[in-house]
């Protein structure tokens, strides 16, 4: 499954829409574009919760993945 056919879930802690159009919810966060992140883009009035993984598919499969009991989301610091 490309990138694009990849069915998005909201954000787990928020409930924002993300999309793939845009440009703040999936980029590598180095140059080598070995750490990605998916992020609930406040840009447009998410929550800022972020997934990170080494891969973009890597990214989406944690951004889709439940929260475990008792985790808290990611944000940025």
Do not use: Q
Request: charged share 25%.
């Amino acid at each position: 499954m490309s990138l694009e056919e990849t069915p998005l879930k909201p954000c787990k802690h928020c409930g924002f829409i993300v999309s793939l159009d845009e440009p703040d919810f999936l980029y590598p966060t180095n140059f080598s574009r070995t750490e990605w992140d998916a992020n609930c883009y406040e840009t447009a009035g998410g929550c800022g919760h972020f997934e990170s993984a080494s891969s973009p598919e890597g990214a989406l499969e944690r951004w889709n993945a439940e929260l475990a009991p008792g985790e808290k989301p990611h944000y940025p610091v």
